[in-house]
């Protein structure tokens, strides 16, 4: 998947596109046909690009990164230490409230009024026109403060807001920045959302309970999986020493014996998992269980986790629906390209990749029959 192919670069909107944004950012996907004109926007096809690439650059690349940061990555990593930093200033509440903490609607009360002069303070003079148009990435990407939950519709929006800042080039394109995205600025954000769960006992956001992937997130088993379907190698080594650990050999089922190296995300998700949950690791994670025991290599559960994220997070309504488009990621679709209101369905871009490069749907006892499993997989519940 995308491994062996050159990947074009993402568009970019220039300053002097700016002024014909349009409105910002508001929540436009409703319906179930909505979620199908929206696979043929090209904000879809961005975003679809935008992950491929930060997949592909850190393909064999072991953590932790000795990279330089850029400067857009220093300074984007020090808003997020700030973020954190406010945890420690608003402690949880005094409550017999399992998930929900009301501290962090105060947390959240705090990150929408200084959502303006954080972003201002992050981009360059001639980009703080833009702090409308990322502004409503920035605000739901850590959680509800309505519901005080957590999932993949948030980490999503987290994404979305590093796209735009690519395609407007804050964040340059280059195989090296967005490497740093990944291991860099995602592994920041994911830590500040672990804590946020931690202290505030956020819900998670529909769970599948012991049938989803992951109650919270799914793009560290992406990048991380990405990481180990490659040669391990470190980078700073690579060009001072020409190193190269071959790790290829690791086995998906490395997974089941624990502990495990933090060497790249999905280890780390793993072992996050271990840490807040308890009883037979195959009971309560029973889909990753089922991928460490039935998928032979971590190509094919790279490129089978993509195509569930497609169709289990950007296919779903209900996790969508609160993701905000507009502005610098286009809603509107050319008449040519809707999907009817009819019922009909047609095929989109994204919908036809899932069917036609070997995505199965599969049922077996006590699991949803419209769960897509990786290509190649023997995935099953375990007896």
């Known amino acids: 998947m995308d491994m062996d192919i050159q990947l074009p670069l993402p568009r970019e909107i220039l300053p002097s596109d700016f002024q ?41 690349v072991q ?168 040669r391990f190698y470190n980078v700073h080594d690579s060009i001072n020493n020409h190193k190269t650990v071959d790790q290829t050999t690791t086995p998906p089922s490395a997974i089941l014996q624990p502990p495990l190296p933090t060497t790249n995300l999905y280890f780390l998700a793993i072992m996050r998992i271990l840490d807040v949950k308890r009883g037979p690791f195959f009971e309560h994670s029973s889909q990753l269980y089922s991928i460490a025991t039935g998928v032979p290599n971590w190509a094919k559960i790279n490129t089978g986790l993509f195509k569930m994220y497609r169709a289990e997070v950007l296919g779903k309504r209900v996790v969508v629906q609160h993701i905000p488009l507009g502005g610098l990621l286009e809603w509107e679709v050319s008449p040519s390209d809707r999907a009817p209101s009819s019922g009909i369905s047609v095929p989109s871009r994204a919908s036809h990749s899932t069917a036609a490069s070997g995505t199965v749907a599969m049922e077996f006892h006590g699991h949803s029959p419209n769960t897509v499993y990786p290509e190649g997989s023997t995935w099953h519940a375990p007896q």
């Open 63 to 230: 953590l932790p990164t000795h990279e330089d940061a850029t400067p857009s990555v220093s300074s984007f990593s020090f808003l997020l230490d700030t973020l954190e930093n406010w945890i420690d200033e608003i402690p949880p509440l005094s409550s017999p409230q399992r998930f929900g903490n009301l501290a962090f609607r105060t947390w959240g009360s705090r990150l929408e009024e200084r959502a303006d002069g954080l972003l201002e303070q992050l981009l360059p003079p001639e980009m703080r026109v833009l702090v409308p148009y990322v502004k409503p990435y920035f605000l739901t990407s850590f959680g509800s403060f309505t519901r005080m939950d957590y999932g993949t519709g948030h980490e999503t929006s987290f994404a979305l807001l590093l796209l735009c800042l690519t395609l407007v080039r804050f964040f340059q394109p280059t195989p090296d920045v967005e490497r740093q995205l990944v291991l860099r600025v995602f592994l920041r954000y994911l830590r500040l959302c672990w804590k946020l769960q931690d202290v505030y006992k956020l819900e998670p956001a529909g769970s599948h309970g012991v049938w989803g992937l992951d109650d919270y997130c799914f793009l560290p088993y992406i990048f991380g999986s990405g990481q180990l379907r490659g």
């Open 20 to 60: 014909y944004l349009g409105p910002p950012p508001s929540l436009v996907i409703k319906t179930d046909s909505d979620v199908e004109n929206w696979k043929h926007t090209r904000s879809y096809s961005d975003y679809d690009l935008f992950l491929r690439r930060l997949n592909k650059s850190v393909v064999g």
